[in-house]
């Protein structure tokens, strides 16, 4: 079964940097999607949308809150999705997860990674 699996989470200090990415297990891996992105939820707080990136025209969408500090870009397969998250605050201190949506079947899931923003 093919999962998403996150990597890259961690500390940081406010105004640091850190790159999160998201991959199917396994090899081989082929889906058409409509859309691949990142959730977080603050211990809390609701989950909420961060960013995420169409398959169809590559366009994005952003969280306000984040919006000239976070970067999504994907990789050539188009499998492998990245956060680049600059100028990092405390407030952006969440477990993020990484969604796929595929064309056909439900939305998958990765585990989570822990990104902490403390000094």
């Known amino acids: 079964q093919v999962q998403l699996v996150e990597s890259g989470g961690g500390l940081a200090q406010p105004g640091g940097s850190l790159r999160i990415s998201c991959t199917p297990s396994?090899?081989?891996?082929?889906?058409?999607?409509?859309?691949i992105g990142w959730f977080r939820q603050a211990p809390g707080k609701e989950r909420e949308a961060v960013s995420c990136?169409?398959?169809?025209?590559?366009?994005?969408y952003y969280l306000d809150s984040v919006k000239g500090r976070f970067t999504i870009s994907r990789d050539n397969a188009k499998y492998t999705v990245y956060l680049q998250m600059n100028d990092l605050e405390p407030d952006d201190t969440a477990v993020y997860s990484c969604y796929l949506d595929p064309t056909s079947g439900p939305r998958m899931w990765g585990q989570g990674t822990l990104v902490t923003v403390s000094s």
């Open positions: 990136i169409s398959n169809n025209d590559g366009s994005t």
């Open positions: 396994g090899s081989g891996f082929t889906l058409d999607y409509y859309t």
